[in-house]
């Protein structure tokens, strides 16, 4: 008799967990605003399982939306970390490309963006560089970041990536960041700055 209890208490806790799982990912599909409270919880979540591996001796951003998360993100680390903030210009905008800054920076074309990241972070002669961007759509620009580092001497083993928010697209073509809090079908959600892109 208690065996069929106890049976019958494990089927309904599967079902639960079944249920509320779903519930989950339904409430995930249909959001479309990330709201600053989010994005605190995302910074507290990933600087967690983060620091379980390691604590980095930098952050670097391509621009000031990932800038806006990284300093979140910095505040999780030991040491607060300085966090390195390059300069994105949509390719669409009036603005003159950041080339003034290139003589200590790396530049990188992508279909939409033209970014001036520092080469800082190259230089630190040890420990872990995180990249931290707020959406990973693609994961190209991603991949090329790391091997711009790579080829100026920043050894992979030292880069590590992380980003509010990764599409399914980044993550089936294995361009995702090694850490990202949640998973987005497309650029169609807004961040408390505006929308995604």
């Known amino acids: 008799m208690i065996a ?3 049976i019958g208490i494990g089927v309904l806790g599967v079902i639960a967990t079944i249920y509320f799982a779903l519930k989950a990912q339904a409430s ?47 505040d999780e680390f030991h ?9 994105r210009v949509w390719k669409g905008d009036p603005v003159d490309s950041p080339s003034i800054l290139a003589d200590d920076s790396f530049i990188l074309e992508t279909q939409k963006w033209t970014v001036t990241i520092p080469k800082a972070p190259v230089r630190i002669p040890k420990g872990i560089v995180l990249i931290v ?3 990973v759509m693609s994961g190209d620009f991603l991949n090329n970041l790391k091997e711009v580092f790579e080829s100026a001497g920043l050894d992979s083993s030292r880069v590590r990536s992380a980003a509010i928010a990764a599409t399914k697209v980044a993550i089936a073509n294995h361009k995702a960041p090694d850490y990202f809090w949640w998973t987005a079908d497309d650029d169609n959600f807004y961040f408390p700055w505006g929308k995604a892109r």
């Open 4 to 6: 069929i209890v106890g």
């Open 28 to 74: 995930n599909h249909a959001r479309r605003r990330l709201e600053w409270a989010d994005l605190q919880s995302a910074a507290t979540d990933l600087g967690r399982r983060i620091r379980r591996e390691f604590n980095p001796v930098a952050l670097i951003t391509p621009g000031l939306t990932g800038a806006t998360f990284a300093n979140l993100l910095a």
């Open 79 to 87: 040491g607060q970390p300085p966090v390195y903030v390059g300069v």
């Open 133 to 135: 961007d707020d959406f």
